[in-house]
């Protein structure tokens, strides 16, 4: 038998969900690597699309400004899995027509959490609770 979910487990799950969701998002267009921490989190990446705000990726990572700037931002299809999603979509045709998507309509949010089993169980979370349109993989 599995064992049950706690009360303080769920109330975990939604409170970071909510710190989440409320965070202020910050524009692609405008992030500079020092306005990321270089700290474990869990992020969702959103796109701005005819005036409403649309979850796209939700992730987690060891550390945010490499994963946020370096990968899905500048980084290459083997880093950014958004990118690749847009492209496989055919939302974006090319690795740089992703990069103008992201820079020119996306933006993201972050909660901090240093355990890997948190961040886990945090992404597997929200990302149940928002059905991002990108980065839900196919089962195996």
């Known amino acids: 038998m599995l064992r049950r979910v706690t009360a303080a487990q769920l ?8 710190a989440l969701v409320n965070a202020v998002p910050l524009s692609f267009s405008l992030l500079t690597p020092s306005q990321l921490p270089e700290e474990p989190g869990v992020y969702v990446i959103t796109a701005r699309i005819a005036e409403e705000e649309h979850p796209y990726y939700v992730g987690r990572t060891k550390n945010l400004r490499q994963r946020l700037y370096t990968n899905h931002l500048m980084g290459a299809l083997s880093n950014a ?15 740089s ?8 309509n996306c933006a993201v949010r972050w909660v901090q ?10 992404e597997g979370y929200v990302t149940g609770l928002l059905f991002p349109k990108h980065g839900m993989y196919e089962e195996h």
Not at 97 to 104: E, G
Not at 113 to 122: K, L, P
């Open 81 to 95: 899995r958004l990118k690749k999603h847009l492209i496989t979509s055919g939302e974006c045709a090319d690795i």
């Open 113 to 122: 959490q240093v355990g890997h089993r948190e961040r886990g169980a945090i």
């Open 97 to 104: 027509a992703a990069k103008q998507f992201i820079r020119a």
């Open 11 to 18: 109330q975990f799950l939604e409170e970071r969900f909510n």
